[in-house]
């Protein structure tokens, strides 16, 4: 009978999980706000298709170096490595979660030997009241998941876990990032150095030509004090830069995974600033919620807090385990497993908790408000998605144009130098108006390289704010021409 009983219990159950549906929001994902095109890109890049991702856009710039401290990095920088634990770790939980959708299973073995007391066996002898029990068994409990808790559990961390994944791609790009653009400043760093360094040595070069006046009888002594105050000024400039360009190697070293000293002899020498793309098409805003991993992240938390919902509402109705024992037990090992020694068990369990209903519909509040939360959060990191582009659009763009002006400045400045020295010598101006005409070459330069630096630090702020998404092939931009110093090494500012 209690077999047959158990049958009709085991296909109730099976029809009941078929049919069963699981309690609280399906997830979808929201749509989040943003415009159709970029305010700061022009009509032809708005018009062009949309760039294929390329991510590993620094391999695109010509610059070896570059290349091998960025995947350096990607191996062994340590918040890689800890976004990558974290990932592990989750990816771990959902492992263990999804068990909760099977029979737990455990076994015991016990062996006890004891004496009862006369009490307990009135009329027995002392010496028939020493006894042995021997129990072995195997035992499985099952939640009848009929309202979706275990299958909304499940779905809540699988949602954490590619949480987890977008979250490691973020921090991979943005150590990328930080990385190329401390590389990116720390070559600004040491052209501006070449710069400060090259008129050095063209105003050491003036002043001893104003020492031979002036031993000559054609010069004078204030012009050989103001000559040697621009020169230590000059000078003055190349310390603070040269520990800028020490700051930023030891920056570069840690990315990397190493110590901060272990490349300084390796990023001292000087190399031309990187030729940067002329132009960069963004693609749509559209584009860049599919692509950017922290709104990816953002999404799934959302999901993971959704379903957190049917978890908590999954409480509002009895909770039923299946429970299941066979095992043996017997006054003597010899005696396990025999016939007469078998014992089992059927139990069906229902969880009276939902009975609790106002505390189970405050912990149903409590996950809406956290999913209300979670929506919010996504929508701000849309916005400030879109926010980051649009500020490095206008930065590339409006620094193209400074690089530019900046350019002619240079060039002019050059022209007005040789000018300068050449009517000196004609005796046709004065040494304050060729100081002047360095002092202003000086500035010029200076600031070219300057533009640069942040022009290239913009590329990598748009970079960044687009997760690496921008055609790999991309017209360079025409290097710009050299700034030469008279009786100087050119200085390049590529």
């Not at 049919?19 to 979808?28: E, H, I, M, N």
């Not at 621009?230 to 840690?254: C, G, K, N, S």
């Not at 992240?297 to 959704?306: D, I």
């Not at 202003?440 to 630090?457: G, I, N, P, W, Y």
Request: charged share 20%.
């Amino acid at each position: 009978m209690f077999d047959r009983v158990f049958r009709s219990f085991g296909a109730l159950t099976l029809m009941s999980l078929l049919a069963a549906c699981a309690v609280g929001p399906d997830f979808t994902a929201p749509k989040a706000p943003h415009s159709d095109a970029y305010v700061r890109q022009s009509a032809a890049e708005q018009n062009e298709p949309p760039p294929a991702p390329d991510l590993a856009f620094w391999r695109d710039l010509g610059d070896p170096q570059l290349t091998q401290l960025v995947d350096a990095a990607l191996a062994a920088n340590h918040d890689i490595r800890i976004a990558l634990s974290r990932f592990d770790e989750a990816n771990a939980l959902l492992g263990a979660s999804k068990f909760d959708r099977y029979p737990t299973l455990s076994a015991t073995a016990d062996a006890q030997t004891g004496r009862s007391s006369a009490s307990q066996l009135p009329g027995v002898p002392r010496s028939q009241r020493d006894g042995e029990l021997f129990d072995t068994r195997l035992s499985a409990i099952w939640e009848l998941d009929f309202f979706g808790r275990v299958r909304r559990s499940i779905e809540s961390q699988r949602a954490e876990t590619e949480a987890s994944a977008s979250d490691l791609a973020a921090v991979q790009v943005g150590i990328v990032a930080e990385l190329a653009d401390a590389y990116f400043q720390m070559r600004g760093v040491q052209a501006q150095l070449l710069v400060a360094r090259n008129n050095a040595s063209n105003q050491r070069d003036t002043l001893r030509l104003i020492d031979a006046l002036l031993q000559n009888g054609r010069g004078t002594a204030f012009d050989s004090d103001r000559t040697q105050a621009q020169l230590a000024l000059t000078e003055a400039r190349i310390p603070p830069l040269e520990a800028q360009a020490a700051v930023l190697a030891h920056r570069i070293a840690v990315l990397t995974g190493q110590t901060p000293e272990s490349l300084a002899v390796q990023l001292a020498q000087s190399a031309p600033q990187i030729a940067l793309p002329a132009s960069v098409n963004a693609g749509v805003p559209g584009d860049l919620l599919r692509r950017r991993p922290d709104i990816a992240a953002a999404e799934q938390r959302l999901h993971g807090a959704t379903a957190r919902i049917g978890v908590a509402t999954a409480d509002l109705f009895p909770r039923f385990t299946l429970g299941g024992l066979i095992g043996s037990q017997a006054l003597s090992v010899g005696a396990l497993f025999g016939r007469d020694s078998e014992i089992r068990a059927l139990t069906l369990g229902i969880d009276g908790s939902f009975l609790d209903v106002g505390r189970v519909r405050a912990r149903i509040a409590g996950a809406n408000a956290q999913a209300a939360g979670a929506m919010a959060s996504y929508e701000q990191t849309v916005l400030r998605a879109m926010e980051e582009t649009e500020n490095a659009l206008v930065r590339l763009a409006r620094s193209h144009d400074e690089r530019e002006a900046l350019t002619r400045a240079a060039q002019s400045s050059e022209r007005a130098v040789n000018v300068a020295r050449v009517q000196f010598d004609a005796g046709a101006i004065g040494v304050l108006d060729v100081l002047s005409a360095e002092r202003t070459r000086l500035d010029a330069e200076d600031l070219l390289v300057q533009s640069r630096a942040r022009e290239a630090t913009s590329l990598i702020a748009l970079y960044k704010s687009l997760a690496g998404g921008w055609p790999q092939q991309l017209p360079a931009m025409a290097s710009a021409d050299a700034v030469t110093a008279a009786n100087a090494p050119k200085v390049s500012i590529d």
